[in-house]
Nanobody, 114 residues
């Protein structure tokens, strides 16, 4: 079974940036579409960005122009560069395949607050 470990979250002021990483335990993820999801308190988990094995990306309207997804298949790692962060981006961020066929990791908390 693939294990996913997210990292890079933290507390940041509005307008700031963070780069999240998702390391997968197996190279099998390199053949999957991978995505970043987030779940704000009291809300459902939502897909915000995805990337195909070849690098084609899809970004949700809510973060388009501010967030960028990328991947390094040689490292079994997916990244989420988040710029111009807003308080409404506060959430726990997860990665998974799209659709989410793997067990969920612990996620990484992102808090945007002054």
């Amino acid at each position: 079974q693939v294990q996913l470990v997210e990292s890079g979250g933290g507390l940041v002021q509005p307008g700031g940036s963070l780069r999240l990483s998702c390391a997968a335990s197996r190279s099998s993820v390199s053949i999957n579409v991978m995505g970043w999801y987030r779940q704000a308190l009291g809300q459902q988990r939502e897909l915000i960005a995805s990337i195909t094995p070849g690098g084609f990306t899809t970004i949700a309207d809510s973060v388009r122009g501010r967030f960028t997804i990328s991947r390094d298949n040689s490292r079994n790692t997916v990244y989420l560069q988040m710029n111009t962060l807003k308080p409404e981006d506060t959430a726990v961020y997860y990665c998974n395949a799209e659709p989410s066929v793997y067990d969920w990791g612990q996620g990484t908390q992102v808090t945007v607050s002054s």
